[in-house]
């Protein structure tokens, strides 16, 4: 019988899927059992802490003669596991939500982040974004919860927005924006900014959050036979909707407010289609002016939310405290060398 070339590679792919979808499920689990065995071996040890530092030391000895192949049980890393133990009382929670973190990221989030809402912040964020070490890193280091979560944010979306989308839309906001891989020069022109944006879109995209899909900049729009450009267009893959992005290295004035929200108009005329939801728009500042803004906003008709934006060396000093120290970034280091041994089980 021949072989039906279409059918053959149908089938092939089948099989393909099936395979790495069993070999991350082999990941995810082999993950889950060694957190938890991590876990129950800090229970142990903070249980007997009363029988000093020898303790550690002994155990960690002791398993490397009789498991001479196994990884991961540095004394570094068992006081990490005591830690860890001590940190998350309920085994629930570990079960729950920590077995889907690689370990070295758990570590991360243990060392920096001492409260516990913020904690399980950065979790769930991690988890839903999928993070690397060195993103988890940056983002706690740049006070993101601080930024995303805490700080109030001037907007009208809750106004002029359905409920569900307002909230999304509110959450989304960052207040201020890091760019911080763009240096500011002098007296630094605002399509100066848009161009080295648009040449980092990675990092911008990064730093906009998930969900952000790029169109493009300096996007052409036509009215009555006017020529319009947008600095930089979106649209947002959860909100289904486009956002429309002003640039301003000024503060904050009312006329932008009125200028954005006539470029949502149009935008909202000549691109969104009927399953898309309104569009939104953001103002980005240098200097907000908070009152200002809140009464420019309060009768505009379209939704817009106005935050500030930080360039490398332009960070106020409160902000300076979320750049790492230079012990901070010795013991990062000191960190990396302990735990080679155990890259490949930690990852």
């Known amino acids: 019988?021949?072989?039906?070339?279409?059918?053959y590679f149908g089938i092939l792919d089948e099989i393909k899927k099936e395979i790495?979808?069993?070999?991350?499920?082999?990941?995810?689990?082999?993950?889950?059992?060694?957190?938890?065995?991590y876990w129950y071996t800090g229970n142990h040890i903070n249980e007997h802490k009363s029988w000093g530092n020898k303790f550690i030391e002994n155990l960690s000895r002791d398993i490397k003669i009789?498991?001479?192949?196994?990884?991961?049980?540095?004394?570094?890393?068992?006081?990490y596991m005591a830690k860890f133990s001590a940190t998350y009382h309920d085994p629930e929670f570990v079960q729950r939500a920590l077995h889907k973190l690689p370990w070295r990221h758990n570590i991360v989030i243990m060392d920096k982040v001492k409260d516990q809402?913020?904690?399980e912040w950065y979790i769930a964020s991690t988890i839903e974004n999928g993070w690397t070490r060195d993103t988890l890193v940056y983002q706690i280091e740049s006070d993101l919860y601080q930024r995303q979560v805490s700080v109030k944010k001037i907007a009208n979306y809750d106004r002029l927005l359905p409920e569900s989308q307002g909230e999304l839309a509110r959450q989304t906001m960052k207040d201020p924006y890091i760019f911080d891989f763009i240096a500011a020069k002098g007296k630094i022109i605002e399509k100066e900014v848009e161009r080295e944006l648009v040449l980092n879109i990675s990092?911008?995209?990064?730093?906009?959050?998930?969900?952000?899909?790029?169109?493009?900049?300096?996007?052409?729009?036509?009215?009555e036979g006017e020529?319009?450009?947008?600095?930089?267009?979106f649209y947002h893959l959860e909100l289904r909707c486009y956002v429309v992005i002003e640039l301003k290295t000024g503060n904050f004035r009312p006329e932008f407010a009125g200028k954005l929200n006539f470029y949502l108009s149009a935008v909202d005329d000549l691109l969104k289609k009927e399953y898309d939801n309104p569009s939104i728009g953001i103002l980005l500042c240098k200097n907000k002016r908070g009152m200002?803004?809140?009464?420019?906003?309060?009768?505009?008709t379209k939704p817009i939310?106005?935050?500030?934006?930080?360039?490398l060396e332009t960070l106020p000093q409160e902000y300076e405290k979320m750049l790492p120290s230079v012990e901070d970034i010795k013991s990062r280091i000191a960190l990396e060398m302990d735990t080679t041994e155990e890259e490949e089980e930690d990852e």
Do not use: C, W
């Open 1 to 7: 019988m021949l072989m039906n070339n279409d059918e």
């Open 292 to 300: 200002i803004a809140e009464y420019a906003l309060k009768d505009i």
């Open 305 to 311: 939310g106005v935050t500030e934006y930080r360039l």
């Open 203 to 223: 990092k911008l995209l990064l730093e906009l959050g998930k969900g952000f899909a790029f169109v493009g900049n300096q996007y052409h729009l036509e009215v």
């Open 20 to 37: 790495r979808k069993a070999q991350y499920q082999a990941v995810v689990s082999a993950n889950r059992e060694m957190i938890m065995l």
């Open 227 to 233: 020529d319009f450009y947008i600095d930089l267009l």
């Open 66 to 79: 009789e498991f001479p192949d196994i990884t991961g049980f540095s004394i570094r890393n068992m006081k």
């Open 117 to 119: 809402i913020q904690r």
